[in-house]
């Protein structure tokens, strides 16, 4: 018998008046604003322009919105696409169902987008966004606990959650496995902030930390899931992808640390000095000299008489004059 747990929301709506909002579109939506902020006072800090991240944002949310809810459809696709069910209720993004591998995929393809039109380089932006992602993260989990799911094992531990009769759910109360992501997220982010003051974390390495840190967690906390997944010799598939990132993103960062050692000195340069707009004031610059000497040329040709003689520092038409007076 519990003493104590966690209590579940009756509904996972959210009405502001007469607008109804799901819980879990709301944790997304806030997690989203919390990464965009700090990590545009990150920006800021490392030398970049207020406003870059938002702009670069605005190409990798929507990429990594499609890409984590693709990567959920795709390995478990049996809850869309199987006998019985309704296929359309892949595209209900608002019930729940975002894979976190493909979010980060897919968001990292828009954020090259993005950072290809700004001219700064995807690596500097990504150890700035990296803590913030991670406070996202730990925001966006409690949308799970609006819908009531992704919870662990049956647990009377005081901080068990209570879960309701439901579809495809028994009552009773679990272990909160989205507490337990939520509070390592939380973890990761400070563990990035430190070692990025501490070691000058630069080229990508403040990222592949922050993803290092997240699947050495992501790894147990799955284990302890009891919602259906495919398995792979006996292990959840997505505990063999933290793995296997986890191992990526150390590879990276011994590999990154010999090659490019140190933090980018420019990350953004100044708008005035971008590829472009340099090749414009240069070019500018050029015409405007190219159109004096075309000037001068011309008012030579027509006159003579005006051009220096060689190694005199006077002009031909002085020189006559005074042979004249002579």
């Known amino acids: 018998m519990n003493l104590a747990s966690i209590p579940s929301p009756s509904t996972g709506v959210i009405e502001l008046g007469p607008i109804p909002l799901r819980g879990?579109?709301?944790c997304i939506i806030i997690g989203v604003f919390v990464a965009v902020w700090f990590g545009n006072k990150r920006w800021i800090a490392r030398g970049g322009k207020a406003g870059t991240v938002a702009d670069i944002a605005?190409?990798?949310?929507?990429?990594?919105?499609v890409g984590g809810r693709l990567y959920h459809v795709i390995t478990d696709y049996q809850l869309y696409f199987s006998e019985g069910e309704n296929w359309v209720d892949a595209f209900k993004i608002w019930e729940g169902g975002l894979g976190i591998w493909g979010a980060i995929a897919f968001g990292a393809v828009g954020a090259w987008i993005g950072c290809r039109r700004r001219g700064i380089p995807l690596p500097a932006w990504a150890d700035a966004l990296a803590p913030g992602i991670a406070f996202a993260q730990a925001i966006g989990r409690w949308g799970n606990w609006f819908n009531q799911e992704l919870y662990g094992k049956p647990t009377d531990l005081p901080w068990a959650v209570e879960i309701s009769e439901g579809a495809n759910r028994v009552a009773g109360t679990y272990h909160p496995t989205f507490l337990y992501e939520s509070l390592w997220c939380i973890g990761v982010a400070l563990l990035v902030i430190w070692a990025d003051r501490r070691f000058s974390l630069?080229?990508?390495?403040?990222?592949?930390?922050?993803?290092?840190?997240?699947?050495?967690?992501?790894?147990?906390?799955?284990?302890m899931r009891v919602d259906e997944a495919h398995h792979i010799l006996g292990l959840r598939l997505n505990v063999w992808t933290a793995i296997i990132v986890f191992l990526l993103a150390v590879v990276y960062i011994v590999v990154s640390a010999r090659?490019?050692?140190?933090?980018?000195e420019i990350v953004e340069p100044d708008r005035d000095t971008t590829p472009g707009k340099d090749s414009d004031k240069d070019g500018s610059a050029k015409a405007d000299a190219d159109a004096k000497d075309a000037e001068q040329d011309a008012d030579e040709k027509k006159d003579p008489l005006s051009?220096?003689?060689?190694?005199?520092?006077?002009?031909?038409?002085?020189?006559q004059a005074a042979a004249e007076k002579g």
Do not use: M, N, Q
């Open 24 to 26: 879990y579109a709301f």
């Open 58 to 65: 605005v190409w990798a949310v929507p990429f990594g919105l």
């Open 202 to 223: 630069g080229h990508g390495r403040a990222f592949a930390l922050y993803v290092a840190a997240y699947c050495a967690g992501r790894g147990w906390i799955e284990y």
């Open 259 to 264: 090659l490019r050692p140190g933090r980018e």
């Open 307 to 319: 051009k220096d003689e060689p190694g005199t520092g006077r002009t031909a038409e002085s020189t």
